[in-house]
């Protein structure tokens, strides 16, 4: 191989290195890791309770209500720009949702798809508005006291459901990696199933909350790699 063959073939393997090496860092670039927390509203629903005492005496069928006070909402997301404009988000996140009894708690575990359009408004402000789907897990857990017990009787259940979500928020680019913003975010569940067992009366209870929904007004960080 003379001198010149060689010259041709590291400056060919030097530009296939930067090639690759150019659009790995172009990739990495589009990536982002985005962050919030905020407090979280759940309003009212009704819900239905089915019974079954023992021994079996049939099947009862009652309505009652879900309250609970204002909790805190937090998520994390790695997201990924298609475009100046639209992005995908993997996020998962927690709400926490106190009752009047300190005793009592509910929460919530969603993970969702997001889909992102954004508005460049400046160089420095961006609005947006999102939408989601996917699962959230939900956990209740309760404590009361009966005449009959010395020791507090505690009533756990858990349940899945599929949800969707819909967001939207003004964000400002504090720096070249950060953006902070304020922004609302809408839960959707479609129903829950929590199952009582071994409760003294009655002994058995399903309890169904459909169409239960969270509003939430998070503060957000992004940081764009």
């Given at each position: ?14 530009l296939?290195?930067?090639n690759a ?6 990739w ?8 919030d ?16 005492a023992?021994?079996?005496d ?8 879900f ?6 909402r ?7 720009n ?20 300190p ?15 954004q508005i ?8 947006y508005v999102g939408a989601?789907?996917?699962g959230?897990?939900s956990m209740?857990h ?8 010395h020791?507090p ?7 899945w459901?599929p949800?969707?979500?819909a967001?939207?928020?003004i964000?400002?680019?504090f720096?070249r ?15 829950y199933?929590?199952?009582f ?10 309890v ?8 939430s007004a ?5 940081w764009?790699?």
């Amino acid at each position: 191989m003379n001198p010149t063959t060689r010259i041709v073939g590291a400056i060919g393997i030097t530009l296939l290195i930067g090639n690759a090496a150019s659009h790995a860092q172009s990739w990495t670039d589009n990536l982002y890791v985005h962050t919030d927390i905020g407090p979280a509203f759940i309003p009212d629903r009704r819900t239905t309770t089915y019974t079954i005492a023992l021994p079996f005496d049939g099947l009862t069928r009652g309505h009652g209500h879900f309250q609970v006070d204002t909790g805190v909402r937090g998520d994390l997301a790695l997201g990924y720009n298609l475009s100046k404009s639209f992005a995908l988000e993997v996020e998962a996140g927690g709400i926490w949702s106190p009752d009047s009894d300190p005793r009592d708690s509910f929460y919530q575990i969603p993970a969702m798809l997001n889909a992102i359009y954004q508005i460049h408004i400046s160089d420095s402000w961006k609005a947006y508005v999102g939408a989601g789907a996917g699962g959230v897990v939900s956990m209740v857990h309760t404590e009361y006291r009966d005449a009959a017990f010395h020791s507090p009787i505690i009533r756990e259940a858990s349940d899945w459901s599929p949800g969707y979500q819909a967001e939207a928020g003004i964000k400002y680019a504090f720096s070249r990696h950060i953006d902070i913003d304020l922004g609302y975010k809408f839960l959707g569940v479609v129903e829950y199933d929590y199952t009582f067992g071994n409760i003294p009366s009655p002994d058995f209870a399903i309890v169904k909350v459909n169409n239960l929904y969270t509003h939430s007004a998070q503060l957000s960080l992004t940081w764009k790699f």
